[in-house]
């Protein structure tokens, strides 16, 4: 007598290229992430096999999903994903010493350490270098007539990031530092690919430039050291001890300073930017938020109190932050054998999951890719439904900050200056949700002559304008 088995099912999706299996469809996902990823979700179901039948690289899709990918960081761990990197150089020591790539107890002790400057009630000290940092970016605009406004955002939240994570004001070093990292994210994908060291290559490249950058930050730390009082960030890392005693190393120092750099500005200033976007193509929303702002700030920056009267305000920032958020996809490992979403999946399987394609479910947002602020006046939506800071334990530790800093620069911004984006301007997004190749605006004093610009560009397929 025989007894029936049942085979494992396998896991649907599209076929990968000969010699290189999922990898093919990896590169497909970076050169057009968005559509790619809905298309997988679309075709193939809520899990998708990035190469069809091999369990090894999956998409995972919707809320269900989310909830069981980050509400087990001990199972499905944070990690780099497909590629991994000897922490021997700086670029592994840069990929194994943060946040969102730690896991286990670690992680927990690490977060513990970290919490006390990310905790709401010290966030708000925040806001005064927020302001002034704005204000000196307004004041800057006098007499120009176009401008960049992807780029002045990441000029500011530059220096916010500075400042407040910081301590310093140096304009020479946010801007060597800037550069360095848009050398490194440039290189990413081949990086991953072929992480080779031989000069001349990419990844040869992006060790000499995370090299730079944790110099940078080991001369920082020793100027933190010599300091009696924790006025930044960083400071208060150096001095922060937990209740063994334990304290931070200088190179899980230098880790954690540089990821907080880049998630301090570079995804902030994104959503700046689509915010701008949006408003521009949503007139009636832009005239609407104004008499709000008016009305109750009266031209000035608003106080910490303010924000909390602002509901059209904070109601835009979150729609902003649903339709293009800054982080749009994200990866988990298995640490063992496990069962997700019917399928089996092996130990050290790569999951992807996307923050983008579980805003635009329809069954969760009504119209989902329509730009509307009012339907946060009755919805809510759990941390898995809606998680632009991801969620779980790798929730975002600065996401009460990034919030604070949208809500004062589109304030005031919008109180000083009405910015038009220049007509036929082509836009579009990267799989970093930056835009690209920017958003020129022309500059007017803010006379509320507001009237949606023409545009062109891919964008026109993440966002329906129509009227």
Same mark, same amino acid.
């Given at each position: 007598m025989t007894t029936a088995t049942t085979a494992p099912q396998t896991i649907p999706g599209p076929r990968g290229l000969p010699g290189l299996g999922w990898r093919a469809n990896i590169l497909k996902m970076y050169l057009n992430p968005f559509a790619y990823l809905r298309w997988l979700h679309d075709t193939y179901g809520d899990v998708v096999a990035l190469a069809q039948g091999d369990p090894s690289n999956v998409v995972a899709f919707g809320p269900a999903l989310n909830f069981r990918l980050l509400s087990d960081p001990d199972l499905f761990r944070n990690d780099?994903? =497909?590629?991994?990197?000897?922490?021997?150089t700086a670029f592994g020591r840069l990929m194994q010493n943060n946040l969102p790539t730690m896991n286990g107890e670690k992680h927990r002790q690490h977060?513990? @350490?970290?919490? =006390?400057?990310?905790?709401?009630?010290?966030?708000?000290?925040? &806001?005064?270098?927020?302001?002034? !940092?704005?204000?000196?970016? @307004?004041?800057?605009?006098?007499? &120009?007539?176009?401008?960049?406004?992807?780029t002045e955002m990441k000029l500011l939240t530059q220096r916010?990031?500075?400042?407040?994570?910081?301590?310093?004001?140096?304009?020479?070093?946010?801007?060597?530092?800037?550069?360095?990292? @848009?050398?490194?994210?440039?290189?990413?994908?081949?990086?991953?690919?072929?992480?080779?060291n031989i000069p001349g290559t990419p990844y040869h490249r992006v060790l000499g430039i995370v090299g730079e950058m944790e110099a940078m930050m080991r001369s920082l730390i020793a100027?933190?050291? %010599?300091?009696?009082?924790? $006025?930044?960030?960083?400071?208060?890392?150096?001095?922060?001890?937990?209740?063994?005693?334990v304290q931070l190393s200088d190179e899980e120092l230098m880790g954690h300073a540089i990821t907080l750099f880049v998630a301090g500005h570079e995804t902030t200033a994104n959503t700046l930017a689509w915010i701008i976007f949006l408003l521009d193509q949503h007139p009636r929303v832009q005239a609407d938020l104004l008499d709000e702002l008016?009305? *109750? +700030?009266?031209?000035?920056?608003?106080?910490?109190?303010?924000?909390?009267? !602002? =509901?059209?305000?904070?109601?835009?920032?979150?729609?902003?932050?649903?339709? @293009?958020?800054?982080?749009?996809?994200?990866? &988990?490992? $298995?640490?063992?054998?496990?069962?997700?979403?019917?399928?089996?999946?092996?130990?050290?399987?790569?999951?992807?999951?996307?923050?983008?394609? $579980?805003?635009? +479910?329809?069954?969760?947002?009504?119209?989902?890719?329509?730009?509307?602020?009012?339907?946060?006046?009755?919805?809510?939506?759990?941390?898995?439904?809606?998680? =632009?800071?991801?969620?779980?334990?790798?929730?975002?530790?600065?996401?009460?900050?990034?919030? %604070?800093?949208?809500?004062? *620069?589109?304030?005031m911004l919008l109180q000083h200056y009405r910015l038009a984006i220049v007509p036929n301007s082509r836009i579009a997004a990267n799989i970093s949700m930056r835009p690209i190749p920017g958003l020129p605006v022309r500059v007017f004093p803010q006379d509320r002559q507001f009237q949606r610009a023409p545009i062109r560009g891919s964008i026109q397929q993440l966002v329906d304008l129509a009227q």
């Open positions: 780099a994903g =497909p590629f991994k990197f000897s922490d021997d977060r513990r @350490l970290m919490q =006390p400057a990310f905790h709401r009630q010290q966030v708000t000290h925040y &806001r005064d270098d927020m302001v002034m !940092l704005t204000q000196s970016m @307004l004041d800057s605009w006098q007499g &120009r007539t176009e401008i960049d406004a992807a916010i990031a500075v400042k407040t994570l910081f301590g310093l004001y140096d304009e020479t070093g946010v801007e060597r530092m800037g550069k360095l990292l @848009l050398r490194m994210t440039r290189s990413m994908l081949l990086v991953m690919i072929a992480p080779v100027q933190k050291r %010599q300091q009696s009082e924790a $006025t930044d960030v960083l400071a208060a890392l150096v001095h922060a001890y937990d209740e063994g005693g008016s009305d *109750v +700030l009266h031209g000035e920056a608003p106080t910490i109190e303010q924000l909390k009267q !602002l =509901p059209l305000l904070d109601s835009v920032v979150k729609e902003g932050l649903r339709l @293009l958020p800054p982080a749009a996809i994200g990866t &988990r490992a $298995t640490s063992t054998p496990c069962e997700l979403g019917g399928f089996e999946l092996p130990k050290g399987a790569n999951v992807v999951y996307s923050e983008f394609v $579980t805003h635009r +479910l329809p069954q969760l947002y009504e119209e989902p890719d329509r730009f509307k602020p009012e339907r946060w006046a009755t919805l809510d939506r759990s941390p898995y439904e809606y998680l =632009p800071f991801s969620a779980g334990r790798h929730m975002c530790i600065g996401a009460a900050f990034a919030t %604070q800093e949208l809500k004062v *620069v589109i304030a």
